[in-house]
T-cell receptor
Framework: DGGITQSPKYLFRKEGQNVTLSCEQNLNHDAMYWYRQDPGQGLRLIYYSQIVNDFQKGDIAEGYSVSREKKESFPLTVTSAQKNPTAFYLC?????????????FGEGSRLTVL | AQSVTQPDIHITVSEGASLELRCNYSYGATPYLFWYVQSPGQGLQLLLKYFSGDTLVQGIKGFEAEFKRSQSSFNLRKPSVHWSDAAEYFCAVAYSGTYKYIFGTGTRLKVLA
């Protein structure tokens, strides 16, 4: 079945460490997104990518980095510069060429900084 | 700035009662509108979407929503709520030619047996 796979589902990090969250999709979608979710704040856009080897900052990109070397993959690195990284992270994709417009989401990764 | 408002943070209804979740968006251009549902610790699942045409759209799980341009609203409704509908619901908007989706802060639904 087609879908989006995020890993790990749970991740614990010590302060000062970088961590990378994986996102893989087999939907053949061009666009991919990373959102951060905190209680009561909805979803906030971190980065998005419309095409391979290109990505743009979202509303809260500071302290995060991404790469898009393959169409299927859009990993997110939470760096030590991110001041409050404990959150639920959601990866999503969409296929504007098909004009469906909706986002498809992975199951999320919960990052806890100890 | 473009924004989506979900004025109700929490809603509690009895099983079998009707439900309406409110959503308003701020920007006047023709929007693409979505409702998503999220169970605890899970990703978001699309309930329904509006792009154009009939302003009353039907979705999965018996949900429907009505687009009212004059009120900049896209409220979600269900005539009879089931206990399994307890979850958090998010309204979202996107605009043609952009890749940005704007989400509301969500409404958490509790269903009483």
């Amino acid at each position: 079945d087609g879908g989006i796979t995020q890993s790990p589902k749970y991740l614990f990090r010590k302060e000062g460490q970088n961590v990378t969250l994986s996102c893989e999709q087999n939907l053949n979608h061009d666009a991919m997104y990373w959102y951060r979710q905190d209680p009561g704040q909805g979803l906030r856009l971190i980065y998005y990518s419309q095409i391979v080897n290109d990505f743009q900052k979202g509303d809260i990109a500071e302290g995060y980095s991404v790469s898009r070397e393959k169409k299927e993959s859009f990993p997110l690195t939470v760096t030590s510069a991110q001041k409050n990284p404990t959150a639920f992270y959601l990866c999503a994709s969409s296929s504007p060429r098909l004009n469906t417009g909706e986002l498809f989401f992975g199951e999320g990764s919960r990052l806890t900084v100890l | 700035a473009q924004s989506v408002t979900q004025p109700d943070i929490h809603i509690t209804v009895s099983e079998g009662a009707s439900l309406e979740l409110r959503c308003n968006y701020s920007y006047g251009a023709t929007p693409y509108l979505f409702w998503y549902v999220q169970s605890p610790g899970q990703g978001l699942q699309l309930l329904l979407k509006y792009f154009s045409g009939d302003t009353l759209v039907q979705g999965i799980k018996g949900f429907e929503a009505e687009f009212k341009r004059s009120q900049s609203s896209f409220n979600l409704r269900k005539p009879s709520v089931h206990w399994s509908d307890a979850a958090e619901y998010f309204c979202a908007v996107a605009y043609s030619g952009t890749y940005k989706y704007i989400f509301g802060t969500g409404t958490r639904l509790k269903v009483l047996a």
